[in-house]
């Protein structure tokens, strides 16, 4: 299975918006998911399959964002020329949302490798109760990364959605721990008010304290910000260089502070999050405004 290796913002855009899919260089996302679940009626499913297939074959192979399709869930009418079409054409892998059970990996696998696709990157939804509850089984499988959909986990399990994200901070940390046991990148909730970029930042400071890579971003303006967060400061960086310096010297004190080898292990995540990967967008700048993206995972 193909991995994910820096993914601080992903941007998720309708497969029916022809023109987005073209702006994806210039939007500079980690990860781009042209989205054919929240994204489109059921009425504009083929012609959204065409389109995407379209926009992405047409974008320049090497170019920095990673580009996967969000199929529609496993079971849907749906869902097997949805995987088709994405091993078909330039996407490096698929997005299945709602994962709730082993049956429905292998049976996304099995489509895959009907497609000989099993190479191809692999991103879990994990937003419903049972998927999340399942969290760490899911994720053990041998996924590529995994995201918590926070709007349609409580939709599901009938709580309420709140600004401050309390009533989901098990679901969310849930989530994150079992990504962190497979070994693979945990990708963070929407927030859905695209014109308050402080609740943005917020929720995207919150994340990255519990764990979180990156940040689910469902507009342009969003990946700086994503970035901003997910980045590690100039500041972050001269520390866990000095730790892992005093760490090889045997030292025992930084700044004051004692130092062991959980904080080595932490200044190496500190640099290896800085590190420049494929895939990556610019660290800082603010995207150009576009239309809204899909609904919210």
Same mark, same amino acid.
């Given at each position: 299975m193909a991995e994910l290796t820096r993914v601080r913002s992903m941007l998720f855009m309708p497969a029916s918006r022809a023109g987005m899919i073209a702006k994806i260089p210039r939007l500079a996302p980690d990860v781009a998911v042209v989205d054919l679940e929240d994204a489109v009626p059921a009425d504009a499913q083929d012609a959204a399959r065409d389109i995407a297939a379209a926009g992405v074959g047409a974008l320049d192979p090497d170019g920095a964002a990673i580009v996967l399709i969000r199929v529609n869930p496993v079971g849907t009418p749906w869902f097997a020329d949805d995987v088709a079409m994405a091993a078909d054409c330039a996407a490096a892998g698929l997005v299945v949302p709602k994962l709730e059970s082993q049956h429905q990996l292998d049976q996304v696998r099995q489509v895959m490798a009907e497609h000989s696709r099993l190479d191809g990157l692999l991103v879990a939804g994990?937003?419903? #109760?049972? *998927?999340? +509850? /399942? #969290? @760490?089984?899911?994720?053990? @499988?041998? $996924?590529? *990364?995994?995201? !918590?959909? +926070?709007? /349609? !986990?409580?939709? /599901?399990? &009938? &709580? @309420? @959605?709140?600004?401050?994200?309390?009533? $989901?901070l098990y679901a969310r940390s849930q989530v994150c721990l079992a990504a962190h046991l497979a070994g693979i990148p945990a990708i963070d909730q929407v927030v859905t008010d695209l014109s308050d970029d402080e609740r943005f930042l917020a929720d995207a400071h919150a994340g990255r304290n519990l764990g979180y890579q990156g940040k689910i971003c469902i507009h342009p303006r969003q990946v700086a910000l994503a970035h901003q967060v997910f980045t590690p400061t100039e500041a972050e960086l001269a520390h866990a260089r000095q730790v892992l310096a005093a760490g090889e010297a045997g030292v025992g004190v930084v700044d004051g502070q004692m130092i062991d080898d959980v904080h080595v292990r932490m200044a190496r995540a500190t640099l290896a999050r800085a590190a420049p990967a494929e895939g990556t967008g610019p660290a800082q700048g603010t995207a150009p405004a576009q239309g809204p993206g899909p609904d919210p995972p």
């Open positions: 994990l937003e419903t #109760a049972l *998927g999340v +509850a /399942d #969290a @760490r089984i899911l994720l053990a @499988r041998g $996924v590529s *990364g995994a995201y !918590f959909g +926070a709007e /349609d !986990f409580i939709a /599901d399990i &009938g &709580g @309420r @959605r709140t600004g401050g994200s309390q009533e $989901v």
